[in-house]
């Protein structure tokens, strides 16, 4: 009869076996413990085979009580055997029972690993479904990013930007403080030939000289201009010969030191060296100073130069100096004076200004031009050693310039200023030590009084000014209209104001007493715009000294040339003038 044990632990095999399926692990599992199970099938047969021989035994120890010695060992033997077997079967009983236990516990673990697999897949469509909800906004996030970065990038290369422009420029301010000290050096040189011992011009301030004469320190006042605004042409003239003040585009000048502006901030003789070019009566716009007393002079109530009456008229005036500005640098602009020059040295300051009026930033033919030419003092300072100072090697160097204009350069009015006698400057300060000592180094053959070297003197002036005045008179520069050359004779009787004590007011003069100071220039630069105003034919060589300012108007608009003097005469213009000033 089989074992109902055996029996039922068979039954429970097979239904595992039915529930686990293809279970991976638990068929493993069912592997082991079907191999435990045949065991014990093995084991009940060897039981069963026991008792039928433990049968045939005791039937034989029945039958034959002789063996019963034999049969009881076999009986002990085979009851051992029986123990043995039990003992395997209840080994194998437990492990199936472990196995069991171990079998539930591997549910479980499916069961729950499954739950949590079902979790994780409900978790994992609810993140999908909040990406897909999030997508627009992750990608203006991206997008937002991308943007971010190139602003990122831009601001960087910015900063590079700026940094190498910090760079340069303090690259620049070296450059420029190596050039200043240069300067300081080449005018301690240059001033040598006054004060060999370096003591009057770095100890003595001229004002405290002045001062020590009994004149006053001179702080400028304003100009007073009270001209009403005259608005420039409705269209762009095609005349020279009739250009208002607000239809000049840009403003230049040639020249030498007077033009540079030599000394005209400074209160020593050797900044007498330095070119003042922003108080340049011809072509300076503005001094870049914050001083209170000197002040910014970029205003012609302030400071009276051509650059800013014209200013005035049209506030995008382009070309003026401003600052101190060595030639060729940014401040200089079209201010190409260099100081020591004399008439052949305007042939590369012309090439130069043409070169400058070719840039992108001026339209060369389209924009109206002013330019000033004040040359000879040197010439003339010079006239018993420098053969090219000749009368005749002057004109021709001006011709040769003039000429050399009119052909690069179109649309151009040329103010040229006629020689001032520079022998009435040269005696200047006489009873000064620094003034006569600079005028010694600057002009030592006016110093000279032989007649033969005054005679001479005389005739050089006199030839200077008639052969400009020739030149122009022949009609060599009014061919055309858009180019034309106006003598303008202001400088020819220039002298400083007198004090009440009847000596000259020497604040109109730079600490050497031959040079311009601010005031100076201011007066240079009123007498000029005047002198454009007034018919040719019809205009002063004087400066006046009354503060007088000739204003355009729309009876009288245009700036005077041969062309358009009729009827434009001195009186005239003085009495509109003064009829504005009466109105006010």
Known sequence: MENPIVASLEQDLLEIERECGSNGDLTVFMREYRSLFDQLRKTEDSVKRINANNRELQAEILSNDAKLPFANRIMTNSE????????NVENALTEVLKAQSVEKEK???????QKQIQDLGVQLDANIEGVHKKQPSLDKLLLEKSELAGSVNEELEQVARLRDAIQGAIEEHDKLEEERENLH???EKKIACIDPNFKLFTELDFWDIVKSDGRDVYIDEPNNFNCPHL??????????????????????ALGDSLSAANGAGGDRLYEVYYNYRGLS???????DT????VGDANDVNEHFSLPNVFKFYNPGLLGWSHGV???GASGAQLNMAVAGSKAYDLHSQAKNLIEALSLNHFQMNKDWKLLNIFIGGNNLCQFCTDPRSKPEEFVKDIQGVLDKLKENVPRMFVNLLTIMDVDQVARLGADIKTCQMAHVCFCECMLSDTPANKTKYQSYLKQYRSGLKDLVNSGRYDTSDDFTVVVQPTMEDVSPPLQSDGTPDLSYMAPDCFHFSQRGHNMAGRALWNSMLQPVGSKSPTWDKTGLVLCPSEEQPFLATSKNS??????????VFRRLVDGI
């Open 80 to 87: 051992n055997n029986i123990n043995e077997l039990k003992h």
């Open 107 to 113: 549910k479980m673990e499916v069961k729950t690993l």
């Open 185 to 187: 050096l080449e005018a």
């Open 231 to 252: 608005p420039p042409s409705k269209e762009v003239p095609s005349s020279v010969h009739a250009l208002r003040p607000g239809d000049i585009k840009v403003i230049a």
């Open 281 to 287: 009566f011809s072509a300076g716009g503005s001094l």
């Open 290 to 293: 914050s001083d209170p007393v």
């Open 325 to 327: 500005a060595d030639p």
């Open 566 to 575: 009729g009827g434009n005469s001195k009186e005239d213009q003085e009495d």
